[in-house]
């Protein structure tokens, strides 16, 4: 159907027409209210000293917190999350949850300690079942010593060795103790000097050991770590020897220090691999 000539709409088509010129025009007009509010927009009472200097002091102290949970917080679950930074410069706190040998254990990190909530607050709970422990406990050598060693890998055990690992157990096992970290070693273990409370008195548990006769002072040539206790821990070693206490008790002849034990270990165990070779 034709329009008549005086339509403003000279055929069916020109509505669509002006629809689409009209859009482009909505558009243009929204946008230049848009801008125009931005520009009547007062700004400069965001940067007045009464609201930009709290709005500066509760980012800086926001980053200061984050920053705070991160370093001395946040739980460390293994060895392997420890930041290599820490290492020389930071201290782990957390309580024992198993003695394995005479000088290295475990132990489930508790930041903080009780002032964190731990022991006391819902979902700070020291984990007691071992299913619960796996894979979230940090594995500590400690430093400067070496104590006797208890059969393993078809080793024998060195003498006192088990002596050595019932006197750590009942000495530190369950309890709090703080670790001075220096690295990681090659058994995924943290060197570490240790420190448990006993009564009033805080107690070097390497110092401890040496004091007693159940550990000799660390001879390797690489590897060892004393902080800078190695006087006092030789000093020791000197006075557990003369008063023959511990390992010391027996036969001056028959005794061997575990650097020597373990070296004749892997000599013995290099024999029976070439023996083997030339069985086959």
């Not at 980053?63 to 290492?87: D, M, T």
């Not at 003695?99 to 132990?107: I, K, S």
């Not at 071992?130 to 594995?139: F, Q, S, V």
């Not at 690992?165 to 060197?191: F, K, N, P, S, T």
Request: proline share 5%; charged share 30%.
């Amino acid at each position: 159907m034709r329009w008549p000539p005086w339509s403003t709409h000279s055929s069916p088509n020109s509505s669509d027409t002006d629809l689409e010129t009209e859009r482009p025009r909505k558009k243009a007009n929204g946008t230049g209210r848009w801008a125009e509010s931005l520009n009547a927009t007062n700004w400069s009472h965001y940067v007045e000293p009464r609201n930009l200097i709290p709005t500066l002091i509760l980012t800086a102290t926001t980053l200061a917190l984050i920053q705070f949970y991160r370093n001395y917080l946040r739980r460390i679950p293994r060895v392997a999350y420890i930041q290599p930074a820490f290492f020389r410069r930071r201290s782990l706190f957390g309580r024992v949850t198993s003695v394995g040998d005479g000088d290295d254990f475990r132990m489930f990190h508790t930041p903080g300690g009780r002032l964190a909530g731990w022991g006391w607050l819902p979902g700070r709970k020291v984990p007691t079942k071992r299913e619960e422990l796996k894979d979230r406990t940090i594995h500590v050598r400690i430093a400067g010593v070496d104590a006797p060693e208890l059969a393993h890998f078809g080793r024998p055990a060195q003498p006192y060795s088990t002596e050595a690992l019932e006197w750590l157990r009942g000495y530190m096992l369950h309890r709090r103790v703080r670790a001075y970290i220096y690295r990681r070693d090659q058994y995924d273990r943290v060197v570490a000097t240790v420190y448990v409370r006993r009564g009033l008195l805080r107690r070097d548990v390497g110092l401890q050991m040496l004091k007693r006769g159940w550990a000799t002072v660390y001879e390797a040539k690489t590897g060892a770590e004393f902080g800078t206790f190695e006087e006092k821990y030789r000093r020791a070693e000197w006075w557990a020897k003369k008063r023959r206490r511990g390992m010391w008790a027996g036969k001056k002849a028959d005794y061997e220090s575990p650097m020597a034990f373990k070296a004749r270990m892997a000599v013995m165990d290099e024999g029976k691999a070439a023996g083997k070779a030339v069985k086959a």
